[in-house]
């Protein structure tokens, strides 16, 4: 599946900020919220919704609603909890995982450090956030962790993706589909995203 990349000027408009390396962290940490909303649309664009009944103050009609107990969200730890304010106000009763994760600094490795997620979570869709999709690594663990338990449809929703990160998840994980508001350039030797937007976790609890 090809990455999916919100293409809207107000989008950009929004990135342009977001990027700017003068914005703070309260403006930065609401643009992660409101891009994220947007990215919530898109990713739920291929939603079912179940039919039913309903009475308008003119006339009954048939319509569609979702069920929202048929998904789940899971930030990666820390910088995609920035994401779950803005998509749990597009699904409000979805349940929530976590999974925790850093890149070691040499290695650019993922160390896995905390996974707690809903009982029934293979029985869900299972939507991923982090703002972050670089060298992929942290993308593909978390997926990996995911299939483990039994979890069978699974988006990745993630603000700026390195084109090298999309190949490692479309190749190893064909079936996830990547929702991204931009796809940027390239990595450069720290494995940062080049122009991005610098440490997103660093960023959204100002950190640095
Ligand atoms: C960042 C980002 C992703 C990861 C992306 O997290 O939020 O999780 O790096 O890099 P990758 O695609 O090369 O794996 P970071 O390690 O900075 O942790 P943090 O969210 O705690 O700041
Ligand atoms: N993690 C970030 O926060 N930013 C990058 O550019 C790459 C990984």
Redesign the pocket.
């Known amino acids: 599946m090809k990455a999916i990349e919100l293409n809207h000027p107000l989008i950009e408009h929004k990135l342009a900020i977001l990027r700017d390396k003068n914005t703070g962290t309260k403006e930065f940490r609401e643009l992660i919220k409101e891009i994220g909303m947007f990215l919530c649309y898109e990713a739920m664009k291929d939603a079912e919704l179940e039919e039913v009944e309903i009475e308008t103050p003119i006339k009954k009609m048939k319509t569609g609603k979702l069920n929202e107990d048929k998904y789940a969200f899971v930030p ?5 909890m920035g994401l779950l304010e803005g998509v749990t106000s597009v699904i409000p009763n979805a349940k929530i995982g976590h999974i925790g ?3 070691n600094e040499e290695t ?1 490795e ?1 160390v896995n450090y905390f996974f707690k997620v809903p009982k029934d979570i293979e029985e869900r869709e299972v939507i991923i956030l ?10 593909l663990d978390a997926i990996d962790l995911l299939k483990s338990k039994g979890v069978k449809k699974i988006k990745f929703i993630c603000i700026i993706a390195a084109p090298e ?1 999309i190949v490692k998840v479309e190749e190893k994980h064909p079936d996830v589909q990547i929702y991204c508001a931009h796809i940027d350039e390239y990595l450069n030797e720290n ?1 940062y995203i080049v122009p991005g937007l610098g ?4 960023r959204i609890f100002g950190t640095k």
Do not use: E, V
């Open positions: 990666i730890l820390r910088a995609g994760m850093y890149r650019f993922p982090d703002p972050m999709l670089a060298t992929g690594g942290s993308a990160g494995k440490d997103a976790g660093d």
